[in-house]
């Protein structure tokens, strides 16, 4: 069977989101997980989920920004039947393209 694509994330026992690996942070350094708290959850308004962690969906779009040594690092993404999509305001070199998620391999957590 292939490997999931995104991480359930628990806490206190109760589904509360999930992760995917990022390859256009990953390999800025700025961090290769992205994190999608559910609607459910404390966060608001959080994210929609489709419910397949081998082809996610997460609605609306991932806005991830990060300061490193001065210089802002922006990654904006949808993730759609287990791509993503970075969008045009990405500072990556992933910036505009559409890629399949990688797979997490099953000994890796979030």
């Avoid at 390999?27 to 419910?51: D, I, R, Y």
């Avoid at 993730?79 to 391999?105: E, M, S």
Wanted: include cysteine; proline fraction near 8%.
């Amino acid at each position: 069977m292939a490997a999931p694509r995104a991480q359930p994330i628990h806490q206190d026992g109760q589904l509360i989101g999930h992760a995917i690996r990022c390859p256009a942070c990953e390999a800025e350094n700025t961090g290769s997980l992205h994190v999608f708290c559910l609607k459910t959850t404390w966060s608001s308004p959080g994210w929609s989920f489709n419910g397949d962690v081998y082809k996610p969906t997460f609605i609306p779009s991932m806005m991830a920004r990060c300061r490193l040594k001065g210089v802002e690092h922006v990654c904006h993404s949808f993730v759609t039947d287990g791509r993503i999509q970075y969008l045009g305001d990405c500072t990556h070199a992933l910036k505009g393209q559409t890629i399949d998620l990688p797979p997490f391999d099953d000994k890796e957590e979030p």
